[in-house]
């Protein structure tokens, strides 16, 4: 079964450091990995995706990430933390194009100035 | 990008009423839409998959009688939650994957926050 394990429910950091909000998986095949953020009330805005090719993806809003195999991880960084990046991040997993995302349980982060 | 719509953004219902959720892919046919629940200071839990022009398929303990979900057509899915209890209050979020393409991506609603009193 797939699985996406946030390790962390809280990350805090000063605002101008770099951030890192951590994702392991667990699927059969292939993953197609996914992060997105949410702010309070609101749905689902897309950060970023890996499907193939390189393993260091760039997403909107300065994110990236990096898609290591080996560790089954995907974490999410940010050279640059800003405080209006605080919001809730979830990684999502999929195997099947087109299939339905599997959501970690989420991460707040919090941005202090 | 495509866009994805849910209305109402917000309802407010009594107990034993029904409330019907619309998802629209507004620029984009969406062969297969699907239905995730948010809880507070949760993660999203995929209630449905909804395929145009056939039946939903439900995941395991999502009650497909209380959860109506119609797909009509290539851009619109309901859902329907019937005879609503407050422990049906929930954010609802749609989300639509674009058809064809070398990847189907998905696209998020913007979340229906429901209130059962």
């Known amino acids: 079964a797939q699985s996406v394990a946030q390790p962390e429910d809280q990350v805090n950091v000063a605002e101008g450091n770099p951030l890192t909000v951590k994702c392991t998986y667990s699927v059969s095949g292939n993953p197609y990995l996914f992060w997105y953020v949410q702010y309070p009330n609101r749905g689902l805005q897309f950060l970023l995706k890996?499907?193939?090719?390189?393993?260091l993806v760039k997403g909107s809003y300065g994110f990236e990430a990096e898609f290591n195999k080996s560790q089954t991880s995907f974490h999410l960084k940010k050279p640059s933390a800003l405080v209006s990046d605080s919001a809730l991040y979830f990684c999502a997993v999929s195997n099947q194009a087109g299939t339905a995302l599997i959501f970690g349980k989420g991460t707040t982060l919090s941005v202090s100035s | 990008g495509a866009v994805v719509s849910q209305h109402p953004s917000w309802v407010i219902c009594k107990s034993g009423t029904s409330v019907k959720i619309e998802c629209r892919s507004l620029d984009f046919q969406a062969t297969t839409m699907f239905w995730y629940r948010q809880f507070p200071k949760q993660s999203l839990m995929l209630m449905a998959t909804s395929n145009e022009g056939s039946k939903a398929t439900y995941e395991q303990g999502v009650e497909k009688d209380k959860f109506l979900i119609n797909h009509a057509s290539l851009t619109l899915s309901t859902l329907t939650v019937t005879s609503a209890h407050p422990e049906d209050s929930s954010f609802y979020i749609c989300?639509?994957?674009?058809?064809?393409?070398?990847?189907?991506?998905?696209?998020f609603g913007p979340g229906t926050r429901l209130t059962v009193l």
């Open positions: 989300s639509a994957r674009v058809s064809g393409g070398p990847y189907n991506e998905q696209f």
């Open positions: 890996y499907i193939t090719g390189d393993n």
